[in-house]
């Protein structure tokens, strides 16, 4: 059926078709803003070290909580273990622990570590002054590496939580790409 | 069409039209693919109701009987998605092709052939999810909202729902941008935007809200499908995403998504009360007013969906109130409804049934939803039955029963016949009654505990369950007897009248013959 | 419409903007008042006023949310 005014009708077709687009974009654009989101207001702060404070350093010298150390890759040919399984610790006591990378290609290969916690309120409690993860880790071929992590378990633990897992997953950065902020 | 009169006739002949199958297949007549719309929502309906008669067939005793948990799992996933995508929404954009023009006085949709594509996109996406449940792997599993990571980790099928949701989005993006178009530019001449019916106001406003969230689903089936095959990690915590992210954007799109279903329900039930309360719609500038407010609102509650995901108490208090805020412009409509039939001469044929009975349940799944609201309350009803008990209550008997009276009230116009009024009352006072019997007692499930999306249950759910398995067959057997009424009507129903409606004051009722002509306003009426 | 009818037709203030969006927020109108708002009011203006409007709000609640939490 054609119609007197069929032009203003493509126009405003083209001018929703535009504005479907647009939000079809605004879409990917909640990906950044979500990270920039999280990262202002201070949820989610995987990667970023804290700060010893000096002064409360207090131990907990009445329990012990068990720290299990866990570690993967996804899609790169690395090898990444912990030197060891499991510590006991007391709340409070820092403790540095050693990761072992091994690049088994025979290409320079970029990759960033992510961690993830179990309990997963943990995060709360636990403050990294190290970690491999704040940074992109670059391995030539056949490289390997080892490299710590320092950290404390604060005594505000709950007293029922006996046993924490931290664990480490490998990830491949693409050339170029900067490091990963969370 | 062997009893088309002379006049219909000679309009077939000028256009050269196919006959057949392939009249269906190219036509760009907007009554002609309001009516396939229609049919398509119809055939989705059974289609998902079958799928909730399984699961309720299941749960009819506790232990596992029928389905296994794994098929049980498919069958919510695809009664959710089928439902929501299938059977609501083309039926609503149905209803929009037939009657927006004929209430603007338009000759038709602005773009007809995008509107005959936007139809036949809808059957490739329909096949793609029902044929999912035959892949290895089956159907997706992972629930209609389709969370990672079991929607990253699922097998083919929930490629195939994937693949369906980017070509069902599509369908309705270009619906929308039809509707608007019609609405905007197609107006006949002195049909003012605040001289529209409420229908075609709810739609336009539907319809923005569709062209705003519809891409927003688009980009995010499209990032669970990279994070599915192309190695990008949006959801996975393994390479740096966030889960979370996902809930966050999925129900970006979910809430307005929410109002994009019912506000057409609105509009139908603000034609059909003040028809039969014999009085204009009280308060038309307020409810178009509460419209657009709803519409602005819903974009800015998502995360009232995920209370229990994570989250700071700010935001968890922003959305509460946020949310409860809502209730105000909704208040205005049901006061508004109520207002138009006080000392109305209020007659009681199906479609007012219909939408009396919209309003008394939608408010009932309105009060549910405060409640569901309060973080508190909802951090212990979150995924039980409660949950359930309450958007049945606003989907079923508040957009079905909207759907059901605008079907009644419309039927005569579009078929130039007259439904069985005893049979259509029957088939309201059958689906009050066991749309009741099957969600009231859920709410009472929902409060004892008991979780959403499980085939099996603890003893002390057993009743509650028996109660609605049995309301719902109850309920599903019902719906055929609406197919009856419907081809009876379309069959051999007695023939109506122009207007057999008193009070109706819309173009269709007033300027067009019965049924409507297949070419309708050729010459633009002139609106006082 | 030319630009000449624009011109002529009354120019709405910033006030009655506000007013037309915040009655929408509420869902209440006097229908004298919607029809004055329908002569004088031009979409883009609603549009703009409705997202200001928008945006005020969710300030609104965020104040009174902080104002809970302290």
Redesign the interface.
Known sequence: MVNGNSKANVLMMKKLLVFTLIMFVFGYALVPFYEKFCEVTGINNLLKPDVLVKDNNWVDEERFVTVEFDANTRGLPWQFKPLQRSARIHPGEPITVMYEIANNSEREMIGQAIPSYSPRFLDKHLKKFECFCFTKQVLKPNEVRQMPVQFVIEPGLPTDIHTVTISYTFFELPDGASTIKK | MAAVHGDAHGHEHDDHHPSGIMRWITTTNHKDIGTMYLWFSFAMFLTGGTLALGIRAELFQPGIQILQPELFNQFTTLHGLIMVFGAIMPAFVGFANWQVPLMIGAPDMAFARMNNWSFWLLIPAATLLVSSFFVPGGAAAGGWTFYPPLSTQGGLGVDLMIFAVHILGASSIMGSINIITTILNMRAPGMTLMKMPMFVWTWLITAYLLVLVMPVLAGTVTMLLTDRHFGTSFFNAAGGGDPVMFQHIFWFFGHPEVYIMILPSFGIVSEVIPTFSRKPLFGYSSMVYATASIAILSCVVWAHHMFTAGMPTVGQLFFMYATMLIAVPTGVKVFNWTATMWRGSMTFETPMLFAIGFIFLFVIGGFSGVICAIVPIDIQVQDTYYVIAHFHYVLVSGSLFALFAGAYYWIPKWTGRMYNETLGKTHFWLSMFFFNLTFFVQHFLGLAGMPRRIPDYNLQFADFNMISSIGAFGFGLTQLLFLYVMINCIRSGEKAPQKPWDGATTLEWTHLPTPAPYHSFEKPPVVQ | MSNDTVEKQKVATVWQVAKAVM?????????S???ND?ATLKPTQLIVG?II??IL??IS??L???L??S
């Open positions: 009655f929408a927020f509420m869902g209440i109108r006097k229908k008042d919607l029809e329908a409705g409007g928008g709000f969710v609640i965020m009174l949310v902080r809970v939490v």
